[in-house]
């Protein structure tokens, strides 16, 4: 189906494990943005990309990795997952020709880090 | 420093009442604004989005209004009907200026939980 997905969409760690959030669009969409949302924050950019190949630092990218081999394709990585990265993760992309930058966003994966 | 404010955490109305959601901003170089609407273990969607260039957006049952000097924008919803209870967030962006570096990046605000009771 076309759209933008997240896998998985619920997810249980330990603390220092290794985790990685994938994000699937078919849209073709050349921007791909990575949010974390939590009480009290809204929605904060962790990172972002322009294109394949292409990634920047959003608002709190701390802990995190990312990476843009495929248009199609951006998976977030917490390399030692901590407590503090408990949260629902957004993936979303947009197109420099959609109006005002809309971002479409996937259904979120919630994360618990034990 | 939270660029983009929503001082409102929770609002509560009557079905067929009107709901009014504000947002305010620190950036005069915002000049785009887009409002999303959020279900629960669902992604925010987008509802409806400001020009600065303009002062008002209407589509359907929800209205946009922006407030340049204020560096204010508010959503209306007339009437409120029960589906729209819904966390909702208002965003902003910069993308013709070299601020966001045309990134397309957004900048939320914290949202604010809205319950229209039947």
């Known amino acids: 189906d076309a759209g933008i997905t997240q896998s998985p969409r619920y997810k249980i760690t330990e603390t220092g494990r290794q985790v990685t959030l994938m994000c699937h669009q078919t849209w073709s969409h050349s921007y791909m943005f990575w949010y974390r949302q939590d009480l009290g924050h809204g929605l904060r950019l962790i990172y972002y990309?322009?294109?394949?190949?292409?990634?920047d630092k959003g608002e709190v990218p701390d802990g995190y990795v990312v990476s843009r081999s495929k248009t199609e394709n951006f998976p977030l990585t917490l390399e030692s997952a901590t407590r503090s990265q408990t949260s629902v993760y957004f993936c979303?992309?947009?197109?420099?020709?959609?109006?005002?930058?809309?971002?479409?966003f996937g259904p979120g994966t919630r994360l618990l880090v034990l | 420093d939270q660029q983009v404010k929503q001082n409102s955490p929770s609002l509560s109305v009557q079905e067929g009442r009107i709901s009014i959601l504000n947002c305010d901003y620190t950036?005069?170089?915002?000049?785009?604004f887009l409002w999303y609407k959020k279900y629960p273990a669902e992604g925010p969607t987008f509802l409806i989005s400001?020009?600065?260039?303009?002062d008002k957006n209407e589509d359907g049952r929800f209205t946009v209004f922006l407030n340049k000097s204020a560096k204010h924008l508010s959503l209306h919803i007339v009437p409120s009907q029960p589906g729209d209870s819904a966390v909702y967030f208002c965003?902003?962006?910069?993308?013709?200026?070299?601020?966001?570096?045309?990134?397309?990046?957004?900048?939320f605000g914290q949202g604010t939980t809205l319950q229209v009771k039947p």
């Open positions: 965003a902003a962006s910069a993308h013709r200026l070299k601020y966001s570096g045309n990134t397309g990046k957004l900048i």
């Open positions: 979303a992309s947009s197109d420099p020709g959609l109006r005002g930058w809309n971002q479409y």
């Open positions: 400001i020009s600065s260039i303009k």
């Open positions: 950036n005069s170089m915002f000049d785009y």
């Open positions: 990309s322009a294109a394949a190949d292409i990634t």
